[in-house]
């Protein structure tokens, strides 16, 4: 719901962009049995050619950007200005810092957006930087209005081959694709308390679990997330989820 709730706000805002989304209704063909499993957790959606590449756009440094710049004094391999705090906004405004898009299974990779011109090419990998920021900065002004401050996201984008044309696929501003932290707690030279998945995150490296596969949370581990991610939900779209949910269409 959030993404497509998401995919509205975006396209009324930048005119001309198009998104994958068909309709967040199941079609007649899916059975009885498996239609609650699914029912708000899945769209329907056109079939692109996806490109290669997470088109990452960072407000803030913070996460693996903060860990680069304390050894280099880089953020994907780019020269950044000196004396940056910790979750600090950077000071000429979002970057774009794409990565690989790995098999699943396999960690992406950050990279220089050089690297993703050899990816992609130099048109497509252009166009993708800056729809990617431009998109950003939308949902940036939109959430800070609304209490939150996302700090970095990742947008994913395929292309309609018969137009030439970059869509919007994929999950679009969500804590799961996304750094959520509440204005009102902010501040820099610190870790900002988050809404997103940064809580699993953290409960991984210090369980030693990072980068385990099949790992099962423990329930207040899930309990807590899902609070964060409600939390989330009801600042950015004006009621909670659990009254949404008794809202949407039943199909």
Do not use: C
């Amino acid at each position: 719901m959030l993404t497509a709730n998401w995919f509205i706000i975006l396209t009324l805002y930048n005119p001309g962009l198009r998104t994958h989304i068909i309709s967040t209704e199941l079609p007649a063909s899916i059975p009885a049995a498996l239609r609650p499993q699914l029912q708000n957790r899945s769209m329907q959606v056109r079939r692109l050619s996806i490109f290669p590449i997470e088109a990452i756009v960072r407000g803030y440094i913070t996460g693996t950007a903060w860990k680069e710049y304390q050894s280099r004094g880089t953020v994907h391999g780019m020269e950044m200005p000196k004396g940056l705090q910790e979750s600090q906004a950077f000071p000429d405004g979002p970057i774009y810092t794409p990565s690989t898009k790995a098999e699943a299974g396999a960690n992406d990779e950050n990279i220089h957006p050089d690297q993703a011109v050899k990816i992609v090419g130099e048109n497509y990998a252009r166009r993708i930087a800056e729809l990617a920021v431009r998109l950003y900065k939308t949902g940036r002004d939109y959430a800070m209005e609304r209490g939150i401050i996302i700090a970095d996201t990742k947008f994913e984008f395929g292309l309609d081959k018969a137009t030439d044309e970059l869509v919007l696929v994929d999950e679009v501003l969500t804590p799961d694709s996304s750094r959520f932290w509440p204005k009102d707690s902010y501040r820099v030279n610190s870790t900002p308390e988050s809404l997103d998945k940064q809580f699993v995150r953290d409960w991984l490296t210090a369980n030693g679990k990072k980068g385990s596969q099949g790992v099962t949370l423990p329930d207040d581990v899930v309990e807590r997330t899902g609070d964060k991610y409600k939390e989330a939900f009801k600042s950015l779209m004006g009621t909670s989820w659990e009254v949404a949910l008794a809202q949407s269409p039943k199909t």
